[in-house]
């Protein structure tokens, strides 16, 4: 009996001096897989992809395209959504708390040379909060987005009211909108391919 306990000891010692060695050559411990762990399945406003769903006000919205500003550092978000041939942008930025914008582009507004401090737009006026020129690189469709670098100019209107003003290499889009909160969207995984052409 003795014997056998000294025995099944030995075994023990040996598979654990093997399982370091192992471990020690970089090589996968017995049972252990090579192959590459899964996609984590669950998003959020800073890691959502290419054909994940937004939903949001009751609409199914799908990531068909995401641009990252970056603007000497500093660096922000904005996905393009669909639905149908509803197009939305949700920015996102993180600058001592999380700020997510619902955002779409508006025709009935023109702007030529610099934009002022003040805009008035549909009854509301905006202030100049912010501008500066930002780098960008894309993931997927992005419409007319497509210069390298872009001159923006944020507002701020009442009750959330955002109005936003990019010049892309002299093409000017506007868009406006208003900060929502996280919690109002629910964020769905894809399977990572685009769904509008």
Not at 75 to 96: A, C, F, K, N, P
Not at 176 to 186: E, F
Request: one cysteine or more.
């Amino acid at each position: 009996m003795l014997m056998w306990l000294w025995i099944g000891i030995g075994a023990i010692a040996i598979v654990g001096v093997v399982l370091v060695l192992r471990q020690r050559q970089g090589k996968p411990l017995l049972g252990a897989s090579n192959q590459p762990a899964l996609p984590s399945l669950h998003r959020t406003v800073f890691s959502l992809q290419i054909g994940d769903i937004v939903q949001y006000l009751g609409a199914d919205w799908v990531v068909e395209g995401q641009l990252t500003f970056n603007d000497q550092g500093y660096t922000w978000m904005d996905y393009m959504l669909q639905d149908g041939d509803q197009v939305r942008w949700l920015s996102v930025e993180e600058d001592d708390r999380v700020e997510v914008c619902w955002m779409e582009t508006i025709t009935g507004l023109e702007i030529s040379g610099t934009p002022p401090q003040q805009i008035t737009y549909e009854g509301t006026v905006y202030t100049l909060r912010e501008s500066g020129t930002a780098s960008m690189t894309r993931i997927g469709t992005t419409l007319n987005k497509q210069a390298q670098h872009c001159r923006y100019y944020d507002y701020s209107g009442d009750r959330d009211q955002l109005l936003s003003v990019e010049d892309w290499d002299g093409e000017i889009e506007v868009s406006a909108g208003r900060q929502i909160r996280p919690s109002s969207l629910t964020l769905l995984p894809g399977n990572g391919r685009r769904v509008y052409d």
